[in-house]
C-alpha cells in the first residue's frame, strides 16, 4: 500500500513538474527579466534588443533566460519539434559593406566567454570549430564573405552545426505567393525582415523562410534533410549571437515568437518596435515648404547655388571616420599642402595612384599624401584597412600615418616624410647613389625590428602581405622604415589567419601562398628573405633581363652556395668594401627565409636573434626540397622560389595582372584546382 502511494505521489508530481514547463513565448517588445544579455547586446528603449553597435570586433548575445525541454531522456532520444520566427534588421556602418553578421542558435549554455569576434559571429573560436561536443545549431544571416568557411557571398542565410561552415547555405531571397517566383533580399539593407526557422521531427527536415512582411511565404528558401536529436542536448537554449570585424553593423531583433512541438505565434511588423534614428518627414510638410519656396523662387535659386557650392567643396564626414584612428585633415588643407597636387611636388606613383610632397601651413610639417586613384584596385576597403592597421602602430620601423582625408571619391593618406625616397631607388639599375654595407646592414635590421612589432609586439598579430623594396622608405638618416600597409591583415594572437584573395608582389610570394590564400607570419617572413637577397645581391627577386642561370635570384645564390662562392653575388658596386662575416650571415638566412616548407623558415623574434648575434647561424641553410610540389613531376635536386623558381605557381587563376608598382609586377589570385605556370603569367 505504501509502495503503491509513494508511486502515485511521484507521476502526481512529475506530471505537476512537466506541466510547469515554459514551451512557448511571444516577445513583441523585450523585457530584461524573460532575456539574458552578454556582450554589448542591449534592449533599447523602444523595447528592441540590439545586440551590437557600429563600433569594430565586439559581440553580443541575447538569450531566453530558462532552457526549453528539446528532448525526453526517459522515451528515447528523439529531439522534438520546434518553430521560431523574428523579425531582424542589419544597418551596416555604411552602404554596401555589412560586418559580420547575426545567427539564431539552440545552445546547451549562455557562455559564450571564449568565443570570438569578426566571421566567428561569437559563437566558437579557432580551437573548437567543428567539435561534436559543442552541440551548436545555428542558422547564420551572415553579411560578410569568408573564404574560411566557404561562404558563397556576403549576403546569405546558412544552417550551421557546431561549425561556422554551413552544412546548406542560400543567397537571401523569399518567394512571392503570386508567382512563386524568387525575389532577393538584402540584409544588410536597414530595412526589417521576417524570418522562420523550423524543424520537424517526423520528417526530420529543417525549413528557413525569409520574407519583407509579415506575410510567411508557401515555399521556404532554404530546406535542409538532418536528424538534430545527436546534436541537442536535452534542454537546451534558444537565442541570438551577432558579431563586428573591421567592418562593423548594427544588428537588432524587433520581435520574436518560440513553440515546442508547434508553430510559433504570428509577428505583425506594424505593432514592432521601430529602428532607431532620425524620424521622416511628413508628407504635408514638403508641400508646405515647397508652396513657400516657390514664393521666394529667386531667392531660392541663389542660395542653392550658393549650397551647392559649398557641398561640392566641402569635406564629406561619416560616423566612422571619426573613430577609426588618427587625424582627419581637411581635403583644402592638403590642397594647399601639396600646391593643388602640382606635379613639381610629385614623390613617385604606383598602381595605387600618386604620392606628393606636402608642407603643412600651420606646422610647417613636411608630409607625404598618397592620393590613390579612382581606377586603383585599392578602394574604400583597403583605405579603411590601411587607417585601422598603421593609424595606431607606433615603432620607430615603421612609416608613421599622421592622417586621412576622404572626400567623395578622392582618397587620401597622410605620411610623415621620408626625405630618402624608397629603397629601390638606392639598390637597382643606377642608383642616384650607393649604399655602404653598414647603411645596407643598418637597414636590415631595422625592417627586421620593425617586422617583429608587427608579428609579436602589436595587440593583435599584423600581416604585412606586401614587404619589398619599394614599400621600405629611408628618411634622413638612412634608416629603413616599412611601409604600406593597404594589404595588411590582423588578426588574434593565438588564432589562425583566415583565406583571403591572394596579393603581392612577384618574388615575393611564398608558394604556398597562392595554393592555400592563407597569408601568415610565416608568408611575411619569405618576403623578408627575398629583401634581404636583393639588399646584399644590389638586384631584384626575379630579374628579366638576366638569362636562365640567374633569372631567379635565390636560384642563383642556391648555385653559388653549392659552387663554394656565395660571396660572388654581393653587389659589385660596393667594390669588395664589406663585411665578409655578416655579408655570409646575410645570404644564409636569406636562403633559410627562402625556404618552400613554412616550418622550416625562422621566424621573425628568430631573425632578429640572429641579426644581433644573440644566437649562432647554423652551419649550412636547410636545403629546400619538393616536398611542396609534390604530385608535379619535380625531383629533390630543385630549389624553387615565390612564383615556382622559373617554371610553376601552384593552385591559383590569375585574375589580375599590371606593372603598376616600383618593386615589380603585383598579382593578385582566385582559388582555383588548375596549377598555374609561370609562362602563363609572362604570356
Not at 521622416?280 to 531660392?300: C, E, P, R, V
Request: with cysteine; glycine share 8%; hydrophobic share 40%.
Amino acid at each position: 500500500m505504501f509502495s503503491f502511494l509513494s508511486f502515485l505521489c511521484f507521476i502526481i508530481s512529475f506530471s505537476i513538474l512537466a506541466s510547469s514547463e515554459i514551451d512557448e513565448f511571444i516577445f513583441t517588445r523585450f523585457t530584461e527579466p524573460n532575456i539574458t544579455l552578454s556582450g554589448v547586446a542591449e534592449i533599447g528603449i523602444n523595447g528592441f534588443i540590439q545586440l551590437t553597435n557600429d563600433t569594430s570586433r565586439l559581440m553580443g548575445h541575447a538569450f531566453y533566460s530558462s532552457p526549453f525541454h528539446f528532448k525526453n531522456s526517459s522515451n528515447g532520444t528523439a529531439a522534438f519539434s520546434f518553430s521560431t520566427c523574428f523579425a531582424l534588421a542589419i544597418v551596416p556602418e555604411y552602404p554596401k559593406l555589412g560586418g559580420h553578421g547575426l545567427a539564431f542558435v539552440l545552445s546547451p549554455s549562455k557562455d559564450f566567454s571564449t568565443a570570438l569576434p569578426s566571421q566567428y559571429l561569437g559563437l566558437l573560436n579557432a580551437s573548437d570549430i567543428g567539435n561534436f561536443s559543442n552541440h551548436i545549431f545555428a542558422v547564420e544571416f551572415d553579411t560578410d564573405r569568408d573564404f574560411e568557411f566557404g561562404d558563397i557571398n556576403d549576403n546569405h542565410v546558412g544552417v550551421n552545426i557546431n561549425s561556422l561552415v554551413s552544412n546548406k547555405s542560400a543567397a537571401a531571397a523569399y518567394y512571392s505567393d503570386d508567382h512563386s517566383v524568387k525575389q532577393d533580399l538584402n540584409l544588410k539593407s536597414g530595412e526589417v525582415i521576417l524570418a522562420w526557422v523550423e524543424y520537424d521531427s517526423v520528417t526530420k527536415s529543417i525549413n528557413v523562410t525569409l520574407s519583407p512582411t509579415s506575410s510567411k511565404p508557401k515555399i521556404p528558401l532554404l530546406s535542409y534533410h538532418l536528424d538534430l536529436s545527436p546534436i541537442l542536448k536535452e534542454y537546451m537554449y534558444v537565442g541570438f549571437s551577432a558579431s563586428t570585424g573591421l567592418l562593423a553593423s548594427s544588428h537588432y531583433i524587433l520581435g520574436w515568437s518560440f513553440k515546442m512541438n508547434g508553430e510559433a505565434k504570428f509577428l505583425d511588423l506594424d505593432s514592432l518596435p521601430s529602428l532607431p534614428g532620425p524620424k521622416k518627414k511628413h508628407t504635408g510638410l514638403i508641400i508646405a515648404i515647397s508652396i513657400a519656396a516657390s514664393l521666394f523662387a529667386l531667392s531660392s535659386i541663389l542660395i542653392a547655388v550658393y549650397l551647392i557650392w559649398r557641398i561640392k567643396n566641402a569635406d564629406e564626414i561619416e560616423p566612422w571616420e571619426l573613430e577609426i584612428g588618427p587625424h582627419r585633415y581637411s581635403y583644402q588643407e592638403l590642397k594647399q599642402a601639396t600646391r593643388g597636387f602640382k606635379e613639381s611636388e610629385l614623390l613617385g606613383r604606383g598602381g595605387f595612384g600618386k604620392v606628393y610632397k606636402g608642407v603643412l601651413r600651420n606646422s610647417k610639417a613636411q608630409i607625404a599624401v598618397k592620393r590613390i586613384s579612382n581606377e586603383s584596385k585599392q578602394g574604400l576597403r583597403e583605405f579603411v584597412s590601411e587607417i585601422a592597421s598603421i593609424g595606431r602602430l607606433r615603432h620607430r620601423n615603421l612609416v608613421q600615418l599622421l592622417g586621412w582625408c576622404r572626400r567623395r571619391g578622392d582618397l587620401l593618406l597622410v605620411y610623415e616624410f621620408m626625405p630618402n625616397g624608397s629603397l629601390d631607388n638606392f639598390l637597382f639599375d643606377q642608383p642616384k647613389m650607393v649604399l655602404t654595407w653598414d647603411q645596407r646592414f643598418k637597414i636590415i635590421k631595422g625592417v627586421a625590428s620593425g617586422l617583429l612589432y608587427l608579428h609579436v609586439g602589436y595587440e593583435q598579430v599584423v600581416v604585412h602581405r606586401d614587404i619589398k623594396a619599394s614599400n621600405v622608405l629611408l628618411d634622413g638618416e638612412l634608416n629603413g622604415k616599412l611601409g604600406d600597409f593597404g594589404l595588411a591583415r590582423l588578426y588574434e594572437h593565438g588564432s589562425n589567419p583566415s583565406t583571403t584573395r591572394v596579393v603581392g608582389t612577384l618574388g615575393y610570394l611564398a608558394p604556398e601562398l597562392p595554393r592555400t590564400g592563407r597569408a601568415s607570419t610565416k608568408t611575411d617572413v619569405f618576403a623578408f628573405g627575398a629583401l634581404l637577397l636583393e639588399v646584399v645581391c644590389g638586384r631584384r627577386p626575379i630579374e628579366h633581363e638576366a638569362g636562365p642561370e640567374e633569372f631567379v635570384l635565390v636560384d642563383l645564390v642556391w648555385v653559388k652556395w653549392r659552387e663554394g662562392k656565395i660571396l660572388d653575388v654581393v653587389d659589385y658596386r660596393l667594390k669588395g668594401e664589406f663585411n665578409e662575416s655578416e655579408a655570409l650571415m646575410l645570404l644564409k638566412l636569406g636562403l633559410m627565409c627562402s625556404n618552400n616548407k613554412p616550418l622550416a623558415r625562422p621566424s621573425i623574434r628568430q631573425v632578429v636573434r640572429y641579426l644581433e648575434g644573440e644566437i649562432e647561424m647554423p652551419e649550412a641553410p636547410t636545403a629546400q626540397g619538393s616536398d611542396d610540389f609534390e604530385g608535379f613531376g619535380f625531383d629533390d635536386s630543385q630549389h624553387w622560389n615565390s612564383l615556382g623558381s622559373t617554371n610553376i605557381i601552384k593552385s591559383t587563376s590569375f585574375t589580375s595582372f599590371s606593372n603598376g608598382d616600383v618593386g615589380g609586377n603585383f598579382v593578385s589570385f582566385s582559388t582555383s584546382p588548375r596549377p598555374l605556370l609561370y609562362s602563363d603569367v609572362m604570356n
